[in-house]
């Protein structure tokens, strides 16, 4: 079976992704209901209604219910899931932690959670309460020691060249133009997630080809960030009324021109060749006998053997990987980055030598 690539399908969530192929999709963001329900209607202090999440999807009549609900789209959600894939889920503290339970249950390995810290959260108007300023999203992989996609840099580089933390801040609810309404001015969709969010998650782990499932996919919001990204999408949604404003939401989307160049976020190092270490000894960038130096410490030093492996002054051989790790007490280790040599006065690292041979190899 061919995947469904860019449509909405409709139908029960998890009835539709046991129709999928299995292992076929790199990435799952989830919003499902949160189970929130107010109890009774809630007003402002000039005794205005409250607009709050009072749709028949966000029911359920006991945690017992919700948490088996919860268990199946999840169980849906792995076998469609690649081995490299990983899954998005956002809740709030009605939700979120048994969500997170669930998934752990089911195998997946929690790499983050992430907290959406809202600029103009909704005020608690009954003063019993903290006003609850934030969501959670919980990212995971298909398994402990699973890979799974990370553009580190691009996330860098989105905020201000420092590493991304997982406090989000400066992104809003759904608001303005970006908030959908109905023919009646009243908003489409109670729970519509803003496209900044949506950016950052796919930009984060995802690259252009692969292929997003949203299982419950509402207003559109996956589809339209996607999009726009060139990533493929696939949409899932029961409520024809949602289906039809996502549908043509979706559709006034232009994305600009795909270009593998400008879309494709991914650091040089992932994209290019591998280049064994030995090659470089093989075309005499470097030296059987020759000596490398550890994070640029003298006292700590290897010397490279014939055969691409370094040999410790204590004895250990290994890769470049293993003999740092090993200095290292067993940490992980890229030796690309840590072992220099001294050229001219100047210390080089290995991987400065490796992109020598690229340029001069064509990579």
Not at 105 to 117: A, K, Q, R
Not at 217 to 226: I, L, P
Request: aromatic share 10%; with cysteine.
């Amino acid at each position: 079976m061919n995947l469904p690539l860019d449509q909405i399908l409709a139908g029960d969530c998890i009835e539709v992704m046991n129709s999928l192929p299995e292992k076929s999709i790199d990435l799952v963001f989830a919003d499902p209901p949160y189970n929130l329900q107010l109890q009774g209607e809630l007003h402002r202090p000039n005794m205005t209604r409250v607009d709050g999440v009072e749709d028949d999807w966000d029911r359920f009549d006991s945690f017992e219910a919700y948490d088996a609900f919860t268990r199946g789209w999840l169980t849906a959600c792995r076998r469609v899931l690649k081995p490299t894939g990983a899954i998005w889920v956002i809740g709030s503290y009605h939700n979120i932690f048994r969500v997170g339970a669930i998934l752990q249950d089911l195998g997946f390995w929690i790499l983050n959670d992430v907290v959406w810290i809202k600029t103009n959260p909704m005020p608690n108007f009954r003063g019993v309460r903290f006003t609850n300023a934030h969501e959670t999203l919980i990212w995971a992989s298909t398994g402990k020691r699973a890979r799974y996609t990370f553009n580190h840099h691009a996330m860098k580089n989105l905020n201000d060249e420092k590493q991304m933390r997982s406090d989000w801040w400066l992104l809003p609810l759904a608001a303005g133009p970006e908030r959908l309404k109905d023919e009646n001015g009243a908003k489409a969709h109670s729970t519509q997630k803003p496209e900044a969010l949506l950016y950052r998650v796919l930009l984060a782990s995802s690259n252009p080809g692969d292929v997003v499932l949203d299982p419950f996919f509402g207003s559109g919001t996956t589809g339209v960030v996607a999009k726009r990204l060139h990533r493929h999408w696939i949409g899932i949604e029961k409520e024809a009324r949602y289906i039809e404003l996502a549908r043509r939401r979706i559709d006034a989307v232009q994305p600009e021109a795909f270009d593998p160049a400008v879309f494709d976020v991914r650091a040089r190092s992932k994209t290019t060749p591998r280049v064994p270490f030995a090659s470089l000894l093989e075309h005499g960038l470097l030296r059987p006998g020759q000596t490398l130096f550890f994070m640029k410490d003298l006292s700590r030093s290897a010397v490279i053997k014939p055969d691409g492996r370094l040999r410790a002054a204590d004895g250990f051989e290994g890769s470049i990987h293993a003999a740092g790790s090993h200095l290292m007490d067993g940490a992980p280790c890229n030796g690309w980055q840590h072992w220099y040599l001294q050229e001219n006065g100047r210390w080089v690292s290995l991987a400065e030598i490796r992109e020598r041979y690229r340029q001069g190899n064509g990579g």
